[in-house]
């Protein structure tokens, strides 16, 4: 195999999940209007100012709305990783996910193109966002877009991930949707998303030390920095790392001859 076959795929797997977001406009819709309506309701009901910790000095003082932006963006890339596993589900059942897994390219390969094809959907999606939230004066600076992009690419492979594991141990499409929201509202809720992590360790240490260890936590922090054009590395090195670990155990989910659906009894596909 040559670097213009593996590049052939990359596109072939890319163009494919493009074309069935394109065809999907209500997955778009509802990922643009879930953080909208998300940001018009707690921007309404908490017209306070908060000390957060967007960028040092710690102390700097934002409107609400400013401050939950990032987890907002960080939940649009988690309902997409999600759907994204969902379709993953999907097309074992008929069968489509069988006839890319059977391609003579190694399956980590395949699977990682699956994945950079979900996180270029979701680009998109949090860009959109963007305009739109422009009109609710959520004033980013010009180079936070560009800045912003690395973290964005980062975030959206380790939530993708996260679904591909999800998806490597769930046999039914039916029971996917119930496993999404165990996932999805625990962890959203569960981090620095809606209120900063100093705030939570006054009312409580367990939750605090829970928000902590969440990656999603610091995929919100990772972003909330890079929108300001500032790196924070901690969180940036926490994300890498839980990346590695979801994308390496879903690769062995996924190994049909080891991994969770051979000890399942389910096709390789």
Not at 196 to 214: G, M, R, T, V
Not at 233 to 247: C, E, H, I, K, P
Request: with cysteine.
């Amino acid at each position: 195999m040559t670097a213009v076959h593996y590049l052939r795929c990359l596109r072939g797997i890319v163009v494919r999940e493009a074309l069935r977001f394109l065809h999907q406009r209500g997955r778009f819709i509802a990922a643009l209007v879930r953080p909208l309506v998300w940001l018009f309701i707690f921007a309404a009901g908490f017209r306070t100012v908060l000390g957060v910790s967007i960028i040092p000095p710690y102390e700097t003082y934002v409107p609400y709305e400013v401050y939950i932006t990032p987890g907002l963006i960080g939940m649009i890339q988690l309902f997409n990783g999600m759907q994204s596993s969902l379709s993953m589900v999907y097309d074992r059942e008929m069968g489509s996910m069988k006839t890319l897994l059977v391609s003579p390219l190694p399956r980590w390969y395949l699977l990682t193109c699956k994945l950079l094809a979900g996180v270029a959907v979701s680009i998109l999606q949090v860009y959109a966002f963007l305009i739109v939230a422009a009109f609710w004066e959520i004033d980013v600076p010009v180079l936070g877009y560009v800045s912003l992009l690395p973290a964005l690419v980062l975030s959206g492979l380790m939530l993708g991930a996260l679904g591909m594991l999800l998806s490597s141990a769930i046999k039914q499409l039916e029971n996917f949707a119930g496993v999404m929201n165990f996932v999805i509202f625990p962890m959203f809720f569960a981090s620095s998303t809606l209120y900063p992590l100093w705030k939570i360790k006054e009312s409580s240490l367990l939750l605090y030390n829970i928000c902590a260890f969440n990656p999603f936590t610091h995929a919100v922090e990772m972003i909330r920095f890079a929108l300001y054009g500032q790196v924070n590395t901690f969180s940036s090195l926490y994300v890498l790392a839980s990346l590695a670990l979801f994308l390496g155990l879903a690769i062995y989910g996924y190994d049909p001859g080891r991994g969770l659906i051979a000890r399942r009894g389910a096709p390789a596909g």
